[in-house]
């Protein structure tokens, strides 16, 4: 009968397009595209660093470059240790045994090749011990420079006194350099005899740098303002008058003799800031901390 005919129902699945996939492709996309980012951004900085730089970068991440400090060490350092030789209590210079580096020309002198060490020619090794003295020192430099900022802190009149110091690094050395403020000069006008606030400023600088054993050059510099008196007596004078005296402050203050590599006076042939030669900083006396002057090779003969 057709009353006993099957009902068919039809279902019917209505697709949405292609359908949603997630977010998670993004998430892994953008990790993609951040570490090729930072891969070439690597391949770059590999590529236009000198060796020198690759070295120093190697030697200030490597873990002696970490300052090794020890509690309950009073004075001035706090227990920080500039180097292997540690920090000096008197006034001697400390003395470091070095090998002497490679001779590349000895056996070149023989009719020969220059000898390799590890694999690497002696040009190599030298360029190697370079860097590494360099990072070292520039290394010891820093930590004396957070030690007299540190020691200025402690004085009570430090706001004032600070005004009068600037230190930085130079090709030759630390420089700490004490500078007149206008109305509030170094020494008295025309003359060498240092004011308390310079003796004050000395007596700290020699407890820093006799921490150290690097040489020490002492250069006064004046103003470019002409100066002269009836007898002759220039800015010549002045500023080397004044070098002087600061050497004899150092060593009142227990820095020796020895260290002193040499004291000059510039007048005003070096201004601070040359484009004003006026300018009351530009008298000043420049104490730097000489780098030391890489070891002579073995055999070699001045």
């Known amino acids: 009968m057709a009353d006993d005919a099957p009902i068919i129902i039809k279902k019917i699945k209505k697709g949405g397009g292609h359908g949603h996939h997630g977010g998670a492709w993004k998430v892994a996309y953008a990790d993609f595209v951040t570490a ?57 210079v400390a003395v470091v045994n070095r090998d002497s580096p490679p001779d590349p020309g000895a056996q070149a002198r023989d009719g020969g090749e220059p000898t390799e060490v590890d694999g690497r ?16 020192e520039s290394r010891e430099f820093e930590a004396a420079e957070m030690s007299l900022r540190q020691a200025m802190q402690d004085l009570p009149d430090f706001a004032e006194l600070s005004k009068h110091l600037i230190i930085d690094q130079t090709p030759e050395g630390l420089r700490i350099q004490l500078v007149d403020q206008e109305g509030r000069p170094m020494f008295a006008p025309g003359g060498a005899a240092p004011l308390e606030r310079t003796r004050r400023l000395l007596a700290q600088v020699a407890t820093v740098i006799d921490k150290l054993p690097n040489r020490i050059s002492i250069s006064g510099h004046t103003d470019g303002a002409p100066f002269e008196r009836a007898d002759g007596f220039s800015n010549w004078e002045l500023s080397a ?49 000489l780098r030391e002057a890489p070891p002579l090779p073995a055999g070699f003969e001045p």
Do not use: C
């Open 36 to 92: 090729m980012m930072a891969f070439f951004l690597l391949m770059w900085l590999l590529n236009t660093t000198t060796p020198e730089q690759k070295r120093g970068i190697a030697d200030y991440f490597a873990p002696q470059s970490i300052s090794r400090s020890t509690s309950g060490a009073g004075g001035i350092l706090g227990g920080t240790v500039f180097g292997e030789e540690g920090a000096r209590a008197g006034g001697s």
């Open 121 to 136: 020619n002696a040009g190599e090794e030298d360029a190697a011990e370079k860097a590494a003295r360099e990072a070292r």
């Open 241 to 289: 008058e004044r070098a002087n005296t600061a050497r004899r402050m150092l060593g009142q203050s227990g820095v020796p003799g020895d260290r002193i590599a040499q004291v000059v006076g510039k007048a005003g042939t070096d201004p601070l800031y040359p484009d004003d030669p006026y300018a009351s900083a530009n008298r000043r006396i420049a104490i730097v901390l």
